[in-house]
Structure formats: structure tokens, C-alpha cells
């Protein structure tokens, strides 16, 4: 449950976006990427989940490897099984949009992706799932509302909810409390230092503060290239 | 922008929607006061007692009864037909085409929504002197070959709205569902279909009105003045805009022409429902979906 990555390179078009990084994000503690804006924090992270694309003119050189439970997978090969490694490796978005859907159906859904058809069991790792992201009082009587009658802090938490749903090895968080009040973003971090236990944990926040708080391990990122803080 | 161009801007837009539904209007109040008067069960059923129409007991020779029939068969066929080829090739065209095919395709479908319905007609009468032929006399124009003529005219509007109702979702909830783990095929069918569903189904009504009132396509493949209520689909059948053509350019008197807006209104109304239908299944669906 540990990443690493050495010597790696990010291309987008003939714009080299981080150049020769190479940095360990260890099991089971948080490891916090803070930085400049538009210096490649995310694009960093898509790296480990792969939603990057290279008919979008990236081009991706240097070694990023995952070590998972049941072995070390190599992010960068051109023969990952995506869907799989999207189970693994979790991302909460910085804007938690939810789908037009439920609020059950919205954290259900990576259950359907990956072919659990037992009812019983989704509703199970549903209840479960929303409890470990702290938002199961708040919306157990009403999983069949609409996702998006939830507040902007509820929102952020159902899209943690969702991710976690899967049990996945790595969880990526791309300033998941960047537009939240200060009590919402209280809430987030606590549920944060909880998950830190079962899964790895890699945070890209701009808040100096935030990451002071949370993290463990701190990398910054100016101008392409890393930096360990503490 | 200078004062005197945005109230022209303003108020010759209100005055161009005024005129447009002004004529809507008028033209709606012609057909409903032209046609209203006639509306009876001797205009549907002829001298045939209704409940043995409706029963199919008794054939209806004088009434509109099977020309209804057979328009409500045409429509449900023909949408049938174009509705899973025509989603599926929308699909494709949004999420897997690329290039040249994609470029390909795209002409093709513009230039088939520009083809004239008369000559998608004679498409489908040669389609059944075809069939004629090969299969010595036993099927000509028909019920099936007209609906597949119809599908054939209403898929290229099937096809854009699809495509553009799933292009209208962006690229974050399509990098969200990415993330979720779904293969593109699960991100289409558990989410961008229920998401796009709305703008499917105005197309699937789009479609369900230019069924039912295309006459060009049909008169060459399959119907006929009078064929009864249809029963098989390699058999002939009326149609309610071919009886308004008819009585239109035969008719002898004025009770005959009213006759004739008495099939435009009826026509109007089964639209109308088919619309409220369609518009009623949509929104159970945005409900469902939830």
C-alpha cells in the first residue's frame, strides 16, 4: 500500500509539467503535496490512478509503482487492468459535484462497476462506507433523496463516502476542503486522521495550515520539481 | 450596444415569436373549428356500432377507426425499429468513433436527415419490389416495409440527439465515473444513458411525430384507401395522413372536406397524446433514475 516514484517525468505537449520527481508515499500515514497552483499537484495524482490519457498529448517517462496487497504494480504499464487498479486507488475530487442520482445509488455505483450484484452486501458496504466518512446519521432516512439536495460539505463527504465504498488500498485527495466553511472542513479532516489508519493516504491541499495539522510526510511542488518539507 | 439596437433587438425578437405563435395559433383554431363540428362516433366507426369496432367484431368501411389503427401500428413499429439502432449508433458516435470514421458517418447521417421523404419512399417501394421479386409474388409494400421506410427517415434525428445529449455531459463527471472504476461500457449504460435520457426521449418524440404524419414515405410502401383495422405486418393498411390526402384532393362536397379536418384534428390529438405519453415516460424515468 505504498507508492513510489523515481525519476518521473510529466509531458503535456512540449510543456514539461514535472521533471524528475521522485518521492515515496509510505503505508498508512498522510502524505500532504502542497505547492503553487497549475504546478502539476493533480496531474501527479493522475498518475497513480491513471486517468491520464495519451491521445491527450501526455507523455509520461521516469518509474511510478504501487505496492498493494497482493503484489506491486507498475502505474505507468500500458497493460493495466484500469477498472481494477480504480477499485485499489480511490481519488475524492476537489469539486464534489455528485451525480444526478440518489444519494444511495451515488455511493453505490463503484460497487456496480465492480459486479456486486448481491443487494444485501451493497447495502451493507453502502451503511459502512457512509459511516466511515461521517455522514450515515445525517442520511440514513433519506438514501433515495436526490444527491445534490445535500449541502457543499455533505457533497464533499458523499464523494469520500464513495470512494471508500470499495475498500480501496490508496486514497488520493485532491483539495477535497478547498470550498468548504471551516466546520464542514473540521468535520473532513477528522474523518481524514480516522481513515489514515486502513488506507494510504496522499493529500494535495494549498493550505499550509491544513497540512501542518494532518500530514505525516510533506512534499512541496514549485516549478516541476519536489521537494520534501518534513 | 447603443440604445436604439437593443430595443430593436428586444422588441423584434418578442415581435417574430408573436407572429410565429400567432400563426400556430390560427392555424390550430382552423383545424379545431373546421374540424370540431364532425367529431362523433359516426365519424370514427361509420354506421358499425363502436363496441364491436373496438372489439374487431365488425369490420369499419365509412369510419376513420382503422386508419387510427393503423397510424398507432406505423408509429409504435416504425420508433421501435429506429429507436435501438439509432441510440446505439448515437453512442458510438459520441464515445467510441474517432477520425475519419467518425467524420464519415457524421456526413452520412447529415445527408440522410436532408433526403427528401418521397425519395426515402422510393427506397422502400424498390425495397418491396425487391422482395416482390424474390419472393415470387408472396410480399409487396406492406405494414413492415413502411415502418422500416419511416425508421430509416426518423433514425438520423434519433441519432443527433442522442449523440448530442451524451455530448453535453462533461469531462469532469466523465473523469468522476472514470475514477469509480467503470469500464466504458458500465459508464455509458449506469450513467451517461439515465443522465442523457431526457434529451433521448425528445428525440424518440421528435420521431413519433414525423411518423405519424409523413405521407410521402408511406403512400409508395404500403398504403391503401381502405384495408381495415391491420392485421400482419406483410399485409397493406391505412393511415390517417394518407386518408386527409385523400379526402383532401377527391373530395366532392363540404361535408366531405369536413370530414377530412375531422382526420386532422383526430390526427392532432393522437399526437398530442403520443407526446404526453412520451413526456409522462421521461419524467418517471428522471424520477426512477434518482
Known amino acids: 500500500m505504498k507508492i513510489t516514484f523515481d525519476t518521473l517525468t510529466f509531458r503535456y505537449g512540449t510543456h514539461t509539467l514535472l521533471k524528475d520527481i521522485s518521492m515515496e508515499v509510505p503505508q498508512g500515514a498522510l502524505t500532504a503535496l ?76 463503484p460497487l456496480t462497476f465492480a459486479g456486486i450484484r448481491d443487494q444485501k452486501k451493497i447495502h451493507q458496504r453502502v451503511e459502512r462506507a457512509l459511516t466511515r466518512a461521517g455522514l450515515w446519521d445525517e442520511v440514513n432516512h433519506r438514501l433515495k433523496h436526490p444527491a445534490a439536495t445535500l449541502s457543499g460539505g455533505q457533497q464533499q463527504r458523499l464523494a469520500m463516502a464513495r470512494a471508500l465504498v470499495t475498500n480501496p488500498e490508496i486514497l488520493l485527495l485532491d483539495e477535497p476542503t478547498s470550498s468548504l466553511d471551516a466546520e464542514s472542513r473540521n468535520g473532513i479532516e477528522a474523518q481524514l486522521l480516522e481513515l489514515k489508519k486502513s488506507c494510504t493516504l496522499l493529500l494535495v491541499s494549498h493550505s499550509e495550515d491544513q497540512v501542518d495539522r494532518l500530514a505525516d510526510r510533506i512534499y512541496r511542488l514549485d516549478q516541476g520539481h519536489l521537494e520534501r518539507q518534513g | 450596444m447603443s440604445l436604439w439596437k437593443r430595443l430593436l433587438i428586444r422588441y423584434g425578437s418578442f415581435f417574430v ?5 400567432s400563426g400556430l395559433f ?4 382552423h383545424i379545431v373549428l373546421k374540424g370540431g363540428n364532425t367529431l362523433s362516433p359516426a365519424l370514427l366507426f361509420g354506421e358499425v356500432a363502436p363496441m364491436d369496432a373496438l372489439l374487431f367484431k365488425e369490420r369499419v368501411f365509412e369510419g376513420l377507426f382503422p386508419a387510427i389503427c393503423g397510424t398507432l401500428c406505423l408509429v409504435l413499429l416504425s420508433v421501435t425499429l429506429a429507436l ?68 430509416v427517415l426518423v433514425m438520423p434525428g434519433i441519432i443527433r440527439t442522442t449523440e448530442v445529449a451524451l455530448s453535453t455531459i462533461d469531462r469532469g463527471t466523465r473523469l468522476r465515473v472514470s475514477a469509480m472504476g467503470a469500464t466504458p461500457v458500465q459508464a455509458i449504460f449506469h450513467v451517461y444513458l439515465p443522465m442523457a435520457a431526457s434529451g433521448i426521449f425528445r428525440g424518440g418524440v421528435l420521431a413519433l411525430g414525423r411518423c405519424a404524419e409523413d405521407t410521402a414515405a408511406i403512400m409508395l410502401t404500403g398504403v391503401v384507401v381502405t384495408a381495415g383495422v391491420p392485421y400482419a405486418l406483410f399485409g397493406r393498411f391505412e393511415a390517417l395522413p394518407f386518408a386527409i390526402f385523400t379526402i383532401a384532393s377527391e373530395y366532392t362536397g363540404p361535408e366531405e372536406l369536413a370530414r377530412g379536418y375531422g382526420a386532422a384534428l383526430i390526427l392532432l390529438i393522437l399526437c398530442g397524446g403520443l407526446f404526453g405519453l412520451s413526456a409522462c415516460i421521461a419524467c418517471r424515468f428522471r424520477s426512477i433514475k434518482r
Do not use: Y
Not at chain 1, 77 to 104: D, E, W, Y
Open chain 1, 34 to 109: 502542497t505547492g503553487p497552483s497549475g504546478e502539476g499537484k493533480s496531474s501527479l495524482l493522475s498518475v497513480i490512478n491513471h486517468l491520464w490519457q495519451p491521445e491527450d498529448g501526455v507523455r509520461i517517462t521516469g518509474s511510478a509503482v504501487a505496492q498493494f496487497k497482493g503484489g506491486a504494480v507498475d502505474l505507468l504499464s500500458p497493460h493495466l487492468n484500469l477498472p481494477l487498479l480504480r477499485q485499489k486507488v480511490a481519488m475524492v475530487f476537489q469539486n464534489p459535484t455528485p451525480l444526478p442520482f440518489s444519494i444511495f445509488k451515488n455511493v453505490s455505483l
Open chain 2, 17 to 21: 415569436t408573436l407572429l410565429l405563435l
Open chain 2, 26 to 29: 390560427f392555424f390550430l383554431g
Open chain 2, 84 to 151: 435501438p439502432a439509432g441510440v446505439l449508433t448515437g453512442i458510438w458516435l459520441s464515445h467510441f468513433a474517432r477520425g475519419r470514421a467518425k467524420r464519415t458517418l457524421t456526413l452520412c447521417v447529415d445527408t440522410l436527415a436532408g433526403v427528401p421523404s418521397i425519395v426515402v419512399g422510393l427506397f422502400g417501394f424498390s425495397f418491396a419490389i425487391l422482395l416482390h421479386t424474390l419472393t415470387k409474388g408472396r410480399i409487396g409494400p406492406c405494414l413492415l416495409i413502411a415502418a422500416l421506410t419511416l425508421a
